[in-house]
């Protein structure tokens, strides 16, 4: 049973932990003939670098990423991929006093219950360093998309940080880079950076929801009942370390609507099918409409906090516990490029079995 890879024509799998001598990703199913080189993977790996603000872990990983195998002169072989990241600046003394106790909100506990062991040394795979290797592979995707399906453009974002939501009147998508959150509404990155400082120089944490966007997809991807494109998109975002909940288009606030609110009117524009509304997020009954795909997700607050905490220990005595080291105050921050990291992944993944499938043919409309 292989329990650390993701996908099913398109696999990779992650391998390594937070305080080894590295991490990295084997991608398999790749089409041949892609053009690829590390930098390219790079200028991914960079949007996740820790320790770019103040709001993110000072943790110093340049996150070089090597590619070992499965390219020959700037072109994909077709073969595995390998992709390596050294870790260069671990500490793995933050975490001795820790080694006998378990740290709430953290999978310490349930590792330790399912294995009878487990890493203490920031987590081991648990840890959110798990995500540079995703980002590598979504990297490789994200190629791979430039070339066979080049209209599709990925774009996540903050939306929501703690309590404070963003404003949607306001959002520019120009301004996602511009600030430390990935928010297109720079009042509310404001606003963040007010609360975060307070929170974390208090030694506390916030949770927050990301949102990512596919534009550009073509119609017909996904297939109905067990391999729904929103099925897999769920459960690549689900798997992302600290999300607790993912929505497709309007998600849970579709309980709140009627029947008229929410279905999507169509009519026939000059170019094809034409939706009044987006409520279904661009995927109807597990299959692309040709809509933009919206995906949502909420981070639960960083468990790793100053503050002490009551736990026990391994023996099952009753302690306290205080998590030293250098640790995201919002790591909902970081989760913006692995969200889209998933969202590449997915997409090609689905490109490919359709491909595979019925060779892209489609429904006649008009």
């Given amino acids: 049973m292989s329990i650390n ?7 990779f799998t992650t391998w390594g932990e937070s305080h080894g001598p590295g991490l990295g990703a084997i991608v398999d199913g790749c089409p041949p003939g892609i053009a690829i080189e590390a930098k390219f993977v790079q200028h991914w790996l960079d949007k996740r670098r820790p320790g770019q603000s103040r709001y993110t872990t000072q943790r110093r ?3 070089e990423v090597e590619i070992l195998s499965g390219v020959f002169e700037g072109r994909t072989t077709g073969t595995p991929i390998h992709l390596m990241i ?9 975490y001795s006093e820790i080694r006998d106790k378990f740290r709430p909100g953290h999978a310490d506990i349930t590792y330790w219950q399912k294995y009878g062991l487990r890493d203490y040394r920031g987590g081991g795979r648990s840890s959110a360093r798990e995500t540079a290797a995703r980002v590598a592979a979504g990297g490789v995707a994200r190629a791979v998309l430039k070339q066979l399906a080049p209209s599709v453009s990925i774009l996540g974002y903050l939306t929501q940080v703690g309590e404070i939501p963003a404003m ?3 959002f520019d998508l120009r301004k996602i880079e511009s600030n430390a959150f990935w928010c297109p509404d720079d009042q509310a990155a404001k606003r963040w950076a007010i609360y975060l400082d307070k929170l974390r120089k208090s030694g506390n944490s916030a949770g927050a929801v990301v949102e990512v966007v596919a534009r550009g997809v073509p119609a017909g991807l996904g297939s109905p009942v067990y391999g729904k494109l929103d099925a897999d998109l ?3 975002m689900m798997s992302i370390n600290a999300v607790k909940g993912v929505e497709i288009g309007e998600g849970m606030n579709a309980a709140r609507l009627t029947g008229t609110e929410n279905a999507d009117e169509i ?3 000059p170019c094809g099918p034409e939706f009044a509304a987006n409520h279904a997020g661009g995927i109807l009954g597990g299959i692309s409409s040709g809509q933009e795909i919206v995906v949502r997700f909420a981070v639960k607050p960083t468990s790793s906090i100053l503050s002490p905490r009551k736990t ?3 023996s099952g005595d009753e302690t306290e516990i205080v998590t030293k080291g250098r640790h995201d105050p919002c790591v909902g921050i970081r989760a913006v490029p ?6 590449a992944c997915v997409l090609l993944d689905h490109y490919l079995l359709d491909r595979g499938q019925t060779g892209s043919t489609r429904g006649k409309i008009g």
């Fill in 267 to 269: 009519s026939m524009g």
């Fill in 312 to 314: 026990i220990t391994v």
């Fill in 86 to 94: 050294r870790n260069t600046d671990h500490r793995s003394k933050d």
């Fill in 168 to 170: 949607r009147n306001q």
């Fill in 234 to 236: 769920a459960a690549a």
């Fill in 338 to 343: 692995v969200a889209e990291a998933m969202m």
């Fill in 5 to 11: 890879s993701f996908g099913h024509v398109f696999r």
């Fill in 61 to 63: 990983e340049k996150d």
